[in-house]
């Protein structure tokens, strides 16, 4: 049983398309958050959600809407793709609250923009 | 500033080899925490251990070890008789609450190598 999944795990699209990268996880945890990995292997949380409410929005752009129907799903959803968007994305899940507890990873979704 | 710093860009080893990671933190909160995380070729990225600002106690996992030490608030990882499966990018990362509320942060990462 896979504990974090994400789908779709490649995704190639152009400029200006809308696009959703979908988090499911089967821990039980509260916790769940979105971070991008960029092509220096840099890693950054974008949000964070605790039973589907929003804990931790850091600056990204307004592009960016996260989505959590259940505490057990979060999904990001991209509009007016552009190219620095291109980067491997990350849910991940952690059983408290706050960010103190350890995160447990999907395998990413690498996104390209064309 | 950066609030975590892996000063080691990349480490190459050979097998069997020692090697210790650094990571050097920044932050006001009195109660934070610590994360180190692996991250292989494969991707995926992979929770090693978790550790308290009020434990400074090290730690030991069998060939890991960590040792924290907050009055040079440092958090370093040693990998004792490295073998190639070792080689991969390990992360530190620091749990603090700022002027904004909670805050989550990724240091930049250091390769390792090790060869056989």
């Known amino acids: 049983d896979t504990a974090v999944s994400q789908t779709p795990k490649y995704l190639v699209t152009q400029m200006g398309n809308d696009k959703s990268i979908k988090c499911e996880q089967n821990?039980?945890?509260?916790?769940m958050y979105w971070y991008k990995q960029d092509s220096k292997k840099f890693l950054k949380i974008m949000f964070s959600?605790?039973?589907?409410?929003?804990?931790i929005n850091e600056t990204v752009p307004n592009r960016f809407s996260p989505k959590s129907p259940d505490k057990a799903h979060l999904n990001l959803h991209i509009n007016s793709l552009e190219l620095g968007d291109s980067a491997v994305y990350f849910c991940?899940?952690?059983?408290?609250?706050?960010?103190?507890?350890?995160?447990?990873f999907g395998p990413g979704t690498r996104l390209t923009v064309t | 500033a950066q609030k975590v710093t892996q000063a080691q860009t990349e480490i190459s080893v050979v097998e069997k080899e020692d090697v210790t990671l650094d990571c050097v933190y920044e932050?006001?909160?009195?109660?934070?925490?610590l994360f180190w995380y692996k991250q292989p070729p494969s991707g995926e990225l992979v929770f090693l251990i978790r550790?308290?600002?009020?434990?400074?106690q090290n730690e030991i996992s069998g060939r890991y070890s960590w040792n924290f030490q907050k009055s040079t608030s440092s958090f370093n990882f040693t990998i004792t008789a490295s073998q190639v499966v070792d080689s991969a990018v390990y992360f530190c990362?620091?749990?603090?609450?700022?002027?904004?509320?909670?805050?989550?942060?990724f240091g930049p990462g250091t390769r390792l190598s090790v060869l056989p």
């Open positions: 821990l039980g945890h509260d916790t």
């Open positions: 550790r308290n600002s009020f434990d400074e």
């Open positions: 959600y605790n039973n589907k409410e929003l804990i």
């Open positions: 932050t006001r909160d009195t109660t934070y925490y």
């Open positions: 991940a899940s952690s059983q408290g609250q706050g960010t103190s507890d350890e995160q447990y």
């Open positions: 990362a620091l749990s603090e609450r700022d002027n904004y509320g909670q805050n989550f942060v």
